[in-house]
């Protein structure tokens, strides 16, 4: 349901889009409409195949741009997803073993709430293209999860590691 068309910027990643009245997440700081907008693109994704090889990427960043604070499955997705992007980024590991890593990192949780930073990257959701080349949006998920990443430098020593306690060494 739009109310009338005025604009509220997301909490978490700041994308302007026409206020909706829609169910708020219940673990992630995000605005009925980005959460509605984010729908669309993960049907997008489900929808090809090749776009589900880089799916995790998507997902990972999406969490880790709206963190909520101190509500235990938060802390928990937000480690997670930092987790996985920092094997995808700087361990070059295949997105497409998503499932498999979270499920390995819930088993063994070695991680705990982290003050986010503000602003968490330029690039949003809005940058990943829902119509064309796969590989284009494969780029563009990219380069978004990259900016994000780097906006939680502070927080990259200890996400490595959790990464190394949890068993992913190098060769991940
Ligand atoms: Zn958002």
Request: glycine share 6%.
């Amino acid at each position: 349901v739009t109310t009338d068309g005025l604009e509220a910027a997301c909490p978490g990643c700041q994308v302007r889009l026409p206020a909706l009245e829609a169910p708020q997440h219940p673990y992630m700081a995000c605005s009925p409409a980005c959460w509605v907008r984010y729908g669309d693109l993960l049907a997008v994704q489900y929808a090809d195949p090749r776009r589900m090889a880089f799916h995790q990427i998507v997902v990972d960043t999406y969490a880790v741009q709206h963190p909520d604070g101190d509500d235990p499955r938060a802390i928990q997705s937000v480690g997670i997803h930092l987790m996985t992007l920092c094997l995808f980024l700087e361990r070059g590991a295949n997105p497409s073993l998503g499932t498999r890593l979270h499920r390995r990192m819930v088993d063994r949780p070695v991680f705990h709430q982290l003050d986010s930073p503000s602003p968490r990257g330029k690039l949003t959701m809005l940058d990943v293209p829902l119509e064309g080349d796969p590989e284009l949006a494969r780029a563009a998920s990219y380069a978004w999860a990259d900016d994000v990443w780097k906006s939680w430098q502070t927080h990259h020593p200890t996400v490595r590691e959790w990464v190394a306690s949890s068993g992913f060494g190098l060769q991940a």
